[in-house]
């Protein structure tokens, strides 16, 4: 079975600075990962995605995401946090030979000024 | 361009009655999925169709069903409706049901059972 860990409920950080958002994921063939943001009331907006080839994958507003196989990790990043950025933020994983998409539990990400 | 359109947005039921959630997408999708979202449980997905004609059971199927219309629409339908199916659903569709397709979501729709 796959499944997605998105271990931190909630991240705080300071406008201006970098922001994380962890993900870890656990398949049995090659992973495919995915990243969404959830504003409120909102559905869910596509961030980015990992299928193959570079480990490092440039989104939407300036997100990015690192896959790191040996850690099982599929990482969100900025460089410079927007308190726009505030929102919920899903990560997402299915492999190659499962038809759906399993999806993390997510992580509110606030911005302060 | 619309992409993934759901109706009703809002809707209180009361417990026993049913009620017929409508999706539609105009991006010439195959495959169409409805979701629902409960807080600190992320999004679970209770039955898609890989393509017209086709449907399958998710993760959380017990108390609902579905019915692919055309290649356009998906419905999901409450027949006798329970307080722990209030819930965020969410519809949505990809170009086909291969792992790399990107999955794109309606707005969703609130339904709270009382």
């Known amino acids: 079975a796959q499944s997605v860990a998105q271990p931190e409920d909630q991240v705080n950080v300071a406008e201006g600075n970098p922001l994380t958002v962890k993900c870890t994921y656990s398949?049995?063939?090659?992973?495919?990962l995915f990243w969404y943001v959830q504003y409120p009331n909102r559905g869910l907006q596509f961030l980015l995605k990992y299928i193959t080839g570079d480990n490092l994958v440039k989104g939407s507003y300036g997100f990015e995401a690192e896959f790191n196989k040996s850690q099982t990790s599929f990482h969100l990043k900025k460089p410079s946090a927007l308190v726009s950025d505030s929102a919920l933020y899903f990560c997402a994983v299915r492999d190659g030979g499962y038809s759906t998409l399993t999806f993390g539990k997510g992580t509110m990400l606030l911005v302060s000024p | 361009n619309a992409g993934v359109t759901q109706t009703p947005k809002f809707q209180v039921l009361k417990t026993g009655q049913s009620m017929t959630l409508q999706c539609a997408q105009d991006m010439n999708h195959n495959s169409m999925y409805w979701y629902r979202q409960d807080p600190g449980m992320g999004l679970r997905l209770i039955y898609y169709?890989?393509?017209?004609?086709?449907?399958d059971k998710g993760e959380v199927p017990n108390g609902y069903n579905v019915s692919r219309l055309n290649k356009r629409e998906f419905s999901l339908r409450l027949e006798s409706a329970a307080p722990s199916q209030t819930s965020v659903y969410f519809c949505?569709?990809?170009?086909?049901?291969?792992?790399?397709?990107?999955?794109?979501f309606g707005e969703g729709s609130w339904l709270t059972v009382v």
């Open positions: 169709s890989a393509s017209e004609g086709t449907t």
């Open positions: 949505a569709s990809s170009g086909t049901d291969l792992p790399g397709n990107t999955i794109y």
């Open positions: 398949v049995s063939g090659n992973p495919y």
